[in-house]
């Protein structure tokens, strides 16, 4: 297997090289140059397996030149008792006949980015081997709040590696930004920046695109990569979890061999669904992929209209790690669908970039709707949907969950469709405790308290326990406190690089 950028540069790199880099040569995203399928035989087989096994089968064909010890070890490293406070890993809770909710968040940071952030490191580390790399690497991470603290707890204290993670001033939760700028690790830094999650992640963008501050870097003894879903290892992992929910469905007969399901997806980058779309491609029985977004809803506008727009205002919602306007991996979908044309799509991120907008032709706006189905869920509808949802099933849900399940409502309603369905379910609700806290008790029981307090709270009222990556969050020390304007990130990040080499 080799991979290719959606941009069109010529060369074709190894799975090592790829994971190793993170973006392409030009700007591009790398994608599989061949397709991977799995009969409905491999498919029913995954139901005799556990999560571990399951992983090491989906991601064994993407990772040729890795050795099956060294697709177990990493494996074996991410998905174990130390790091999901769950046997199962993502384990499928049914909530009625036709409706089930993916859990993605019983791991070490309680939200869905753990079960790729969990093996990305050691995939890194073992594609520097791979590709004979002398440089550290060093990977920038641009966050809406989820991705940061995952990758700074994957990363901590790799060895060759370092970290500088970079989120929107004012624009996650308390809870979110206290698990960043406390994180302890030597390889590691946290930067604020003034503005929102778009001015973020250009900023990274912009230096991973610019040659002189790889000079600069490269004369510290590093290399730039990234833990974003831009970086093909941390998006292949996210595929398994899309098998091992339909295993589970098998397995406890709820589908029978070869039906069709719809999967609804929280998402504002688009790299969590669009995981469900190479599921698809690679023969997993999926009808429609459902995307669920919120009032940033640049994505339900171009599901349906074909029309990319991010010149809109900018809103910051209840479900923080969906208020994106700038969907980095919907590159890779425009790739798949317009058979690789590779000049497509360069003109399409170049007007992104210049304008703001771009529009595909008719023939790929088609197919975009065949595939999927999108509508979005105002913090009103969110929070009607927390209730909601412990009512009828006595079940409690966060912001971004309850997006989803709000979304899959409407699809129900305007589509007739009874296909099972799996929500994924993005992060615990104890990581919003707020918005869950002050939707299923009211304002009064919740007014003055504090997040922390409100853990407590909300934790009485469940009787879920408290994860434990939340425990005792607001009495640990804060060791990142630097803020910067989006024009400062490169220099911080040569002030983090001297740092660390004690320049």
Request: proline letters at 4%; aromatic letters at 8%; charged letters at 20%.
């Amino acid at each position: 297997m080799q991979y290719q950028s959606t941009r069109g540069d010529s060369r074709r790199v190894s799975s090592a090289e790829a994971v190793k880099r993170g973006i392409a040569p030009d700007g591009g995203l790398f994608v599989p140059t061949e397709r991977i399928s799995f009969s409905a035989e491999e498919i029913h087989a995954l139901t005799r397996m556990d999560y571990r096994e399951r992983a090491a089968c989906i991601l064994t064909p993407y990772l040729s030149g890795f050795t099956n010890e060294e697709i177990w070890d990493c494996v074996g490293l991410a998905y174990n008792d130390d790091h999901f406070d769950h046997p199962a890993i993502a384990p499928l809770v049914n909530l009625d006949q036709d409706l089930a909710v993916l859990e993605l968040w019983h791991g070490p940071t309680c939200a869905f980015k753990d079960m790729a952030l969990q093996i990305l490191p050691h995939l890194l580390v073992k594609s520097m081997a791979k590709t004979g790399e002398d440089a550290g690497i060093l990977v920038l991470v641009a966050t809406s709040g989820d991705t940061g603290k995952a990758a700074l707890e994957g990363f901590k204290d790799v060895p060759r590696t370092a970290i500088n993670v970079f989120y929107p001033a004012g624009g996650v939760s308390e809870v979110q930004k206290l698990q960043m700028v406390t994180q302890e690790g030597k390889n590691v830094g946290v930067v604020a920046v003034q503005g929102n999650f778009d001015d973020t992640q250009s900023g990274v963008k912009t230096m991973f695109g610019d040659p002189a501050m790889a000079d600069l870097i490269a004369k510290r003894g590093y290399k730039f990569s990234s833990a974003n879903s831009i970086n093909w290892g941390r998006l292949a992992p996210q595929i398994v979890y899309y098998f091992s929910a339909y295993a589970e469905l098998l397995a406890s007969g709820r589908v029978s061999p070869g039906q069709a399901v719809n999967f609804v997806v929280p998402t504002g980058n688009f790299g969590n669904i669009l995981a469900g779309f190479y599921a698809r491609e690679m023969g997993l029985p999926v009808n429609r992929l459902i995307c669920a977004a919120n009032e940033n809803n640049v994505l339900t506008d171009f599901i349906r209209t074909g029309v990319y727009d991010r010149n809109r205002n900018f809103k910051t919602t209840l479900s923080p790690s969906m208020d994106i306007l700038i969907s980095s991996n919907l590159e890779r979908l425009l790739f798949e669908l317009t058979g690789q044309d590779a000049s497509l799509v360069r003109e399409w991120m170049t007007l992104l970039n210049t304008r703001g907008r771009y529009a595909v032709d008719a023939g790929t706006r088609e197919k975009v709707r065949q595939l999927f189905w999108s509508d979005f869920a105002s913090d009103d509808d969110t929070v009607r949907s927390i209730r909601e949802t412990h009512r009828r099933y006595g079940y409690v849900v966060d912001t971004h969950t309850a997006v989803g399940l709000h979304v899959y409502d409407r699809y129900r309603s305007a589509t007739g469709d009874a296909t099972p369905a799996v929500v994924l379910s993005t992060a615990s609700p104890f990581k919003f405790n707020a918005s869950v806290a002050k939707a299923l008790l009211g304002a009064g029981e919740t007014r003055g308290k504090t997040e922390f307090e409100l853990l407590q709270v909300l934790s009485s009222f469940s009787g879920l326990p408290v994860p434990g990556g939340l425990k005792d969050l607001q009495t640990r020390p804060v060791l990142h406190d630097k803020v910067v304007e989006r024009e400062q990130m490169p220099q911080s990040v040569i002030s983090f690089v001297n740092k660390l080499t004690g320049e």
